[in-house]
């Protein structure tokens, strides 16, 4: 079952889906922003997986100049998919983040800097002991403008971990961001609410080496 959870499903043979998408009906339990699809002026947006989602809110969540976060499906097939579709792995979607920040703030390059030094991004479909395409690493980017920064990272970051002897490449799916599906109440901002709950995050112990100047 495990080598059938880590192939990605073909399109045609994803899950049907619904018509009707997940609304969250409360508002960010942390920081009391409303959870929609409405990104106020000024904020800029990315969308990340990092195996399970539930650690990797918290971890942006925690951040100066981070407006918002929210947990959610993307990256598949199937409309509007449910926890335990995503989970079947029939829906091709990862579970992701999407992180709202002020880059007056905050910038990318901080944000990028904790995704990659919180998880491993060599493990395909998979993150530790969590095993499936929903558990993929992705960055699925917002706009135009956050490729190249994407895009120079992620070589930076791979020359870091050769540096450290860890020469599996880095196989994280970096695309320009799809429909974006919230998930349901109840894992929005779930460590919150669950303090001593699952979080599976765990690092290379290799850190992001700064841009050249």
């Given at each position: 079952?495990?080598?059938?959870?880590?192939?990605?499903?073909?399109?045609?043979?994803?899950?049907?889906?619904?018509?009707?998408?997940?609304?969250?009906?409360?508002?960010?339990?942390?920081?009391?922003?409303?959870?929609?699809?409405?990104?106020?002026?000024?904020?800029?947006?990315?969308?990340?997986?990092?195996?399970?989602?539930?650690?990797?809110?918290?971890?942006?969540?925690?951040?100066?100049?981070?407006?918002?976060?929210?947990?959610?499906?993307?990256?598949?097939f199937t409309p509007n998919?449910?926890?335990?579709?995503?989970?079947?792995?029939?829906?091709?979607?990862?579970?992701?983040?999407?992180?709202?920040?002020?880059?007056?703030?905050?910038?990318?390059?901080?944000?990028?800097?904790?995704?990659?030094?919180?998880?491993?991004?060599?493990?395909?479909?998979?993150?530790?002991?969590?095993?499936?395409?929903?558990?993929?690493?992705?960055?699925?980017?917002?706009?135009?403008?956050?490729?190249?920064?994407?895009?120079?990272?992620?070589?930076?970051?791979?020359?870091?971990?050769?540096?450290?002897?860890?020469?599996?490449?880095?196989?994280?799916?970096?695309?320009?961001?799809?429909?974006?599906?919230?998930?349901?109440?109840?894992?929005?901002?779930?460590?919150?609410?669950?303090?001593?709950?699952?979080?599976?995050?765990?690092?290379?112990?290799?850190?992001?080496?700064?841009?050249?100047?």
């Open positions: 079952m495990s080598a059938t959870k880590q192939q990605m499903i073909a399109p045609e043979t994803a899950l049907i889906g619904r018509a009707t998408p997940i609304i969250p009906s409360l508002p960010h339990a942390v920081n009391g922003t409303p959870l929609d699809d409405h990104i106020p002026a000024g904020l800029d947006s990315i969308i990340l997986g990092m195996g399970c989602f539930w650690g990797a809110e918290r971890l942006f969540w925690q951040l100066p100049g981070v407006y918002s976060t929210s947990v959610g499906y993307s990256g598949g998919p449910t926890y335990e579709e995503v989970c079947s792995g029939k829906t091709g979607h990862a579970e992701v983040v999407r992180v709202l920040f002020d880059p007056e703030t905050i910038s990318l390059e901080a944000l990028l800097t904790k995704f990659w030094e919180n998880h491993d991004p060599t493990q395909g479909m998979q993150q530790g002991n969590d095993i499936g395409t929903q558990y993929r690493s992705v960055i699925y980017m917002t706009s135009e403008a956050q490729l190249a920064s994407v895009q120079d990272s992620k070589a930076r970051y791979q020359v870091a971990l050769a540096e450290q002897h860890i020469e599996q490449a880095i196989t994280t799916e970096v695309e320009h961001a799809g429909t974006y599906y919230f998930a349901e109440d109840y894992h929005q901002q779930y460590l919150a609410k669950n303090p001593d709950g699952y979080c599976g995050l765990g690092g290379t112990g290799v850190c992001l080496p700064p841009q050249l100047a």
